[in-house]
C-alpha cells in the first residue's frame, strides 16, 4: 500500500471515529427513549430458590452472593420512594443471596430495613425481615448485631415489647456483647413503648452504624421523637392556659405571654411549634421534622 | 461498494462453508432446538415460551460463538498462510479486503441464522399445530440478533487486525461482556453518587456498543409488540458501530507492515 494511501485511511477514520461515537451516543439517548416506553416494568426472577442457583454456581456461591445483593440494593434503591411501588422481588433477591452465602451480615442488617420499612420507603413487610433476620442469627450466632436488629424490629415494627426485650437478652448472652444490650432489654420490659425507650433504641443505631444513610434515618427519628415530646409537655401547658382563661392558647407567643413558657420554642428544625382549635400543638406545614408513629405507651405513661 | 469486495465476501463464505465445525454448529443448534420440544413435553403452559426462548438462545449463543471464533482469524489466517500477500498483490486495496471478509461472514451468519430460524419456525409449529400474529416479534428478535453478530463480528475483525487470535478473542469477548452489561454499568454510577464514578460509569455507557440494545427474546417469547421506531434505531446504531470499527480497523490495516 503506497504512502498516500495508508495516510489517506488514517485521517479518515482519525476524522470520523469521534464523529461517529457522537452520533451513536445520540442515537443510544434515542434507543433509551424508545426501550423505556415499550417495556413494561417486570419483576420477574427466573430462579427464586437460593438452593437451584447454589447449585448452579459451580462454586463461585460467594461471588454470586455479592451479585444477588447488589441486585437487592438496586431494586430497593430504584423503587423507594414512589408511591404505590411494589417490592415483590425483594425478598426472593434476599433469600438468595442470603442462601448462597450465610455470612453475609450487610444482607442480613439492610435487607431487614429494607423490608420493614412502610411503603413506600420501603416493602412494608416485617415479618419477613424477622424471617431474615432470624435466618441470620441461626448462621451466625456469635453476631450481636443481628439480636439487636431483631429486638428493634420487635419493638419498632412490631410492638411486640416481650419479644424484643427477649431478642435483645439473646443477644446480650454472646461473648463481647455490648453491655447496652442487656440495659435495653431490662428497659423495653419495663417500660416498652415509652418515648424514652425509643429515644435511646435510636440513639444506639446512631452510635453503632457507620453507613450515612442509616444514621440520617436515626437522626431523623431521634428529631421526630424529640418534637413529640415537646408537643405533649405543649399540650399539658396548653390545657393549663385554658383552665387560666377559659380558652386554648393560638400560639406559643400566647403561652410565653402568659409565663407559661420562658421562650419560645422551636421543633429540632428551628420552626416554631404551632396550635390547632383544640388546642393540640404541631409542627410548622414548613417543618422537614417527621413525628414517627405513637408506639403503645407503657401502663405507666397511660394512667 | 467497489467490485472487489463481492469475491472475497464469497471467497469467504465458501470457505467457512467448507469448514466442518460451521456444519457442526447448525447441527448442534437444531439438536437444542429438538430439545426443547422435549422439555415443552414435560412443563405445563409454558411449551411455546419454552422453544422461544430457548431456540433464540441457541440462534444467539451459536452465532456468537461463530462470529467471534471466526472472525479473530479472517486476517490472521490469511497472513499465516500467506495467501494474503498474492492477494495484495492483484488490484485490490486493504480495506476491500476487510470489507469482503466482513462481508463474507455476516452472509455466513446469515445463512446459518437462516436455518436455525427454520428449525425453529418448525419446532414451534410442532407444538401449536399454528403460528399466531405476534410470532412476529420472533423474527424481529432474529434480526436484532443479527445485528448483534454484524457489530460482534466487525469488532473482531477490528481486532484481528493487530492482534492474535488468542487475544482478539479474549478482546472481543471482554468487550461484548461489558456491552451486555452496559445499563448495568450506567446503574451502578448512578447508585453511587459519586461524581467521578457516575462520569466514568456514563461515558463507558455511550462508549461501548451496548448489546442490551440487542435484547428482544423475551419481549419476542411472551409475544410483545417490538416498536418499529426500535427497528431502525437498532439498525442506525449498528451501522454506525460497523462503520466505526471498519474504518478504525482499514486505518490498523492499511499501516500494517505485512512483509
Given at each position: 500500500?503506497?504512502?498516500?494511501?495508508?495516510?489517506?485511511?488514517?485521517?479518515?477514520?482519525?476524522?470520523?471515529?469521534?464523529?461517529l461515537?457522537?452520533?451513536?451516543?445520540?442515537?443510544q439517548?434515542?434507543?433509551?427513549?424508545?426501550?423505556?416506553?415499550?417495556?413494561?416494568?417486570s419483576?420477574?426472577?427466573?430462579?427464586?430458590?437460593?438452593?437451584a442457583?447454589?447449585?448452579?454456581s459451580?462454586?463461585y456461591?460467594?461471588?454470586?452472593?455479592?451479585?444477588?445483593?447488589?441486585?437487592a440494593?438496586?431494586?430497593?434503591?430504584?423503587?423507594?420512594?414512589?408511591?404505590?411501588?411494589?417490592?415483590d422481588?425483594l425478598?426472593?433477591?434476599?433469600?438468595?443471596?442470603?442462601?448462597?452465602?450465610?455470612?453475609?451480615?450487610?444482607a442480613?442488617?439492610?435487607?431487614?430495613?429494607?423490608l420493614?420499612?412502610?411503603?413506600?420507603?420501603?416493602?412494608?413487610?416485617?415479618?419477613?425481615?424477622?424471617?431474615?433476620?432470624?435466618?441470620?442469627i441461626a448462621?451466625n450466632?456469635?453476631?450481636?448485631?443481628?439480636?439487636?436488629?431483631?429486638?428493634?424490629?420487635?419493638?419498632?415494627?412490631?410492638?411486640?415489647y416481650?419479644?424484643?426485650?427477649?431478642?435483645?437478652?439473646?443477644?446480650?448472652?454472646?461473648?463481647?456483647?455490648?453491655?447496652?444490650?442487656?440495659?435495653?432489654?431490662?428497659?423495653?420490659?419495663?417500660k416498652?413503648?415509652?418515648?424514652?425507650?425509643?429515644r435511646m433504641?435510636w440513639?444506639?443505631?446512631?452510635?453503632?452504624t457507620?453507613?450515612?444513610?442509616?444514621?440520617?434515618?436515626?437522626?431523623?427519628?431521634?428529631?421526630?421523637?424529640?418534637?413529640?415530646?415537646?408537643?405533649a409537655?405543649?399540650d399539658?401547658?396548653?390545657?393549663?392556659?385554658?383552665?387560666?382563661?377559659?380558652?386554648?392558647?393560638?400560639?406559643?407567643?400566647?403561652?410565653?405571654?402568659?409565663?407559661?413558657?420562658?421562650?419560645?420554642?422551636?421543633?429540632?428544625?428551628g420552626?416554631?411549634?404551632?396550635?390547632?382549635?383544640?388546642?393540640?400543638?404541631?409542627?410548622?406545614?414548613?417543618?422537614?421534622?417527621?413525628?414517627?408513629?405513637?408506639?403503645?405507651?407503657?401502663?405507666?405513661?397511660?394512667? | 461498494?467497489?467490485a472487489?469486495?463481492?469475491?472475497?465476501?464469497?471467497?469467504?463464505f465458501?470457505?467457512a462453508?467448507?469448514?466442518?465445525?460451521?456444519y457442526?454448529?447448525v447441527?448442534?443448534?437444531?439438536?437444542?432446538?429438538?430439545?426443547?420440544?422435549?422439555?415443552?413435553?414435560?412443563?405445563?403452559?409454558?411449551?411455546?415460551?419454552?422453544?422461544i426462548?430457548?431456540g433464540?438462545?441457541?440462534?444467539?449463543?451459536?452465532?456468537?460463538?461463530?462470529a467471534?471464533f471466526?472472525?479473530?482469524g479472517?486476517?490472521?489466517k490469511?497472513i499465516?498462510?500467506?495467501t494474503?500477500?498474492?492477494?495484495?498483490?492483484?488490484?485490490?486495496?486493504?480495506?476491500?479486503?476487510?470489507?469482503?471478509?466482513?462481508?463474507g461472514?455476516?452472509?455466513?451468519?446469515?445463512?446459518?441464522?437462516?436455518?436455525m430460524?427454520?428449525?425453529?419456525?418448525?419446532?414451534?409449529?410442532?407444538?401449536?399445530?399454528?403460528?399466531?400474529r405476534?410470532?412476529?416479534?420472533?423474527?424481529?428478535a432474529?434480526?436484532?440478533?443479527?445485528?448483534?453478530f454484524?457489530?460482534?463480528?466487525a469488532?473482531?475483525?477490528?481486532?484481528?487486525?493487530?492482534?492474535?487470535?488468542?487475544?482478539?478473542?479474549?478482546?472481543?469477548?471482554?468487550?461484548?461482556?461489558?456491552?451486555?452489561?452496559?445499563?448495568?454499568i450506567?446503574?451502578?454510577?448512578?447508585?453511587?453518587?459519586?461524581?467521578?464514578?457516575?462520569?466514568?460509569?456514563?461515558?463507558?455507557?455511550?462508549?461501548?456498543?451496548n448489546?442490551?440494545?440487542?435484547?428482544a427474546?423475551a419481549?419476542?417469547?411472551?409475544g410483545?409488540?417490538?416498536p418499529?421506531?426500535?427497528?431502525?434505531?437498532?439498525?442506525?446504531?449498528?451501522?454506525?458501530?460497523?462503520?466505526?470499527?471498519?474504518?478504525?480497523?482499514?486505518?490498523?490495516?492499511?499501516?500494517?507492515?505485512?512483509?
Amino acid at each position: 500500500m503506497n504512502y498516500p494511501s495508508q495516510t489517506r485511511a488514517l485521517w479518515t477514520a482519525v476524522i470520523s471515529v469521534p464523529l461517529l461515537f457522537v452520533a451513536i451516543a445520540a442515537l443510544q439517548v434515542k434507543i433509551d427513549a424508545t426501550t423505556r416506553a415499550y417495556t413494561p416494568e417486570s419483576d420477574e426472577l427466573l430462579l427464586r430458590s437460593g438452593s437451584a442457583v447454589r447449585q448452579m454456581s459451580l462454586g463461585y456461591d460467594s461471588l454470586l452472593a455479592d451479585i444477588y445483593w447488589t441486585r437487592a440494593v438496586q431494586y430497593y434503591g430504584s423503587r423507594a420512594g414512589i408511591d404505590g411501588v411494589k417490592f415483590d422481588v425483594l425478598w426472593p433477591l434476599l433469600d438468595i443471596a442470603t442462601t448462597l452465602d450465610s455470612k453475609l451480615i450487610v444482607a442480613y442488617r439492610f435487607g431487614a430495613i429494607f423490608l420493614s420499612e412502610p411503603s413506600p420507603a420501603g416493602a412494608g413487610r416485617p415479618d419477613l425481615a424477622i424471617e431474615l433476620v432470624k435466618r441470620g442469627i441461626a448462621e451466625n450466632p456469635d453476631n450481636y448485631y443481628l439480636s439487636g436488629d431483631l429486638g428493634f424490629l420487635y419493638y419498632w415494627r412490631m410492638k411486640d415489647y416481650p419479644k424484643a426485650s427477649a431478642a435483645y437478652l439473646e443477644g446480650s448472652k454472646i461473648p463481647n456483647a455490648p453491655s447496652w444490650l442487656k440495659m435495653m432489654a431490662a428497659r423495653i420490659a419495663e417500660k416498652g413503648g415509652s418515648l424514652e425507650t425509643s429515644r435511646m433504641i435510636w440513639s444506639e443505631i446512631y452510635e453503632s452504624t457507620k453507613d450515612k444513610t442509616v444514621r440520617d434515618k436515626a437522626m431523623e427519628m431521634l428529631r421526630g421523637l424529640r418534637a413529640q415530646e415537646d408537643e405533649a409537655q405543649l399540650d399539658e401547658l396548653a390545657q393549663e392556659y385554658k383552665n387560666r382563661f377559659g380558652h386554648f392558647p393560638a400560639s406559643t407567643s400566647d403561652m410565653h405571654d402568659a409565663g407559661l413558657l420562658r421562650g419560645i420554642p422551636a421543633d429540632p428544625a428551628g420552626y416554631p411549634y404551632v396550635f390547632g382549635a383544640d388546642g393540640k400543638s404541631g409542627l410548622d406545614p414548613q417543618s422537614p421534622v417527621v413525628i414517627p408513629p405513637k408506639l403503645n405507651p407503657p401502663p405507666e405513661e397511660s394512667k | 461498494m467497489s467490485a472487489t469486495v463481492g469475491p472475497v465476501a464469497i471467497n469467504t463464505f465458501r470457505e467457512a462453508v467448507r469448514d466442518r465445525v460451521l456444519y457442526n454448529l447448525v447441527l448442534f443448534a437444531l439438536m437444542m432446538i429438538g430439545a426443547a420440544i422435549l422439555v415443552g413435553e414435560i412443563s405445563i403452559g409454558i411449551e411455546r415460551l419454552v422453544i422461544i426462548n430457548l431456540g433464540l438462545t441457541a440462534i444467539s449463543i451459536f452465532g456468537l460463538v461463530m462470529a467471534i471464533f471466526i472472525g479473530v482469524g479472517l486476517v490472521y489466517k490469511e497472513i499465516e498462510k500467506r495467501t494474503l500477500y498474492s492477494l495484495l498483490a492483484k488490484p485490490i486495496r486493504r480495506w476491500e479486503f476487510l470489507v469482503g471478509k466482513y462481508a463474507g461472514l455476516l452472509l455466513t451468519l446469515a445463512v446459518n441464522t437462516a436455518f436455525m430460524t427454520l428449525g425453529l419456525a418448525v419446532a414451534l409449529f410442532y407444538v401449536g399445530r399454528h403460528f399466531e400474529r405476534s410470532d412476529a416479534s420472533i423474527l424481529v428478535a432474529i434480526y436484532f440478533i443479527l445485528l448483534e453478530f454484524a457489530l460482534v463480528t466487525a469488532l473482531a475483525l477490528f481486532f484481528s487486525c493487530f492482534t492474535s487470535p488468542m487475544l482478539s478473542t479474549l478482546y472481543t469477548l471482554g468487550i461484548y461482556i461489558t456491552g451486555v452489561f452496559a445499563d448495568d454499568i450506567r446503574s451502578v454510577g448512578d447508585f453511587t453518587r459519586n461524581p467521578t464514578i457516575l462520569a466514568v460509569t456514563r461515558t463507558l455507557y455511550y462508549l461501548v456498543p451496548n448489546f442490551h440494545n440487542f435484547n428482544a427474546i423475551a419481549a419476542a417469547a411472551h409475544g410483545t409488540a417490538i416498536p418499529f421506531s426500535l427497528v431502525w434505531q437498532n439498525t442506525l446504531y449498528a451501522a454506525l458501530y460497523v462503520a466505526l470499527l471498519l474504518l478504525a480497523a482499514s486505518a490498523v490495516f492499511s499501516r500494517r507492515n505485512l512483509k
